[in-house]
T-cell receptor
Framework: DTGVSQNPRHKITKRGQNVTFRCDPI?????LYWYRQTLGQGPEFLTY????????KSRLLSDRFSAERPKGSFSTLEIQRTEQGDSAMYLC?????????????FGSGTQLSVL | EDQVTQSPEALRLQEGESSSLNCSYT??????LFWYRQDPGKGPEFLFT???AGEEKEKERLKATLTKKESFLHITAPKPEDSATYLC????????????FGAGTRLAVHP
């Protein structure tokens, strides 16, 4: 068990470019979540997958954001036409259904800077 | 709308000086209140889950309690390694499994 892995750790891009982040959850975890966190704030929910099905998506998520989880394994989060307001830490988490205390295991995140 | 408010925003303690962090919440049917610890540059790390008023959980120098409106994280005789941001989150009966987080309390423990 190596924990939740996120790549890249840091991404610097210019406004208007597209970026894609990858998350590899803990192998037996079928639940996967994406959160966004800005400085001085708590994580904000973006979307939730159970296996390959995207079951919930935040109303705050614009059409420029899309997430996938093919075959219920790793997940990708893509941001199209990035804006400076997209600068944040993007966190991925995974969990087991009916797990003790329903704990989420978070990765170390991808820090996005949009110039 | 589900909401979580944490206080204070920041707290500075001397090593050994006990204190409490507060988490006030409004939620449409509580399905769990969660405490996480976050170190700089890392993702949150799970500490506790509380489900009903009156419930308490302990881990080393930390103790979490829950009422119908708020939760407290008590830190007894803290050490410098307890310095971190402590996040509170709630899960409601609406929706699936998303957590609504507060902004956190930044704790600094000085020797």
């Amino acid at each position: 068990d190596t924990g939740v892995s996120q790549n890249p750790r840091h991404k610097i891009t210019k406004r208007g470019q597209n970026v894609t982040f990858r998350c590899d959850p803990i192998s037996e975890h079928n639940r996967l979540y994406w959160y966004r966190q800005t400085l001085g704030q708590g994580p904000e929910f973006l979307t939730y997958f159970q296996n390959e099905a995207q079951l919930e998506k935040s109303r705050l998520l614009s059409d420029r954001f899309s997430a996938e989880r093919p075959k219920g394994s790793f997940s990708t989060l893509e941001i199209q036409r990035t804006e400076q307001g997209d600068s944040a830490m993007y966190l991925c988490a995974s969990s087991l259904p009916l797990a003790e205390e329903e704990k989420l295991f978070f990765g170390s995140g991808t820090q996005l800077s949009v110039l | 709308e589900d909401q979580v408010t944490q206080s204070p925003e920041a707290l500075r303690l001397q090593e050994g000086e006990s204190s409490s962090l507060n988490c006030s919440y409004t939620v449409s049917g509580l399905r769990g209140l969660f405490w996480y610890r976050q170190d700089p540059g890392k993702g949150p790390e799970f500490l506790f889950t509380l489900y009903s008023a009156g419930e308490e959980k302990e881990k080393e120098r930390l103790k979490a309690t829950l009422t119908k409106k708020e939760s407290f994280l008590h830190i007894t005789a803290p050490k410098p390694e307890d310095s971190a941001t402590y996040l509170c989150a709630v899960r409601s009966r609406g929706g699936y499994n998303k957590l609504i987080f507060g902004a956190g309390t930044r704790l600094a423990v000085h020797p």
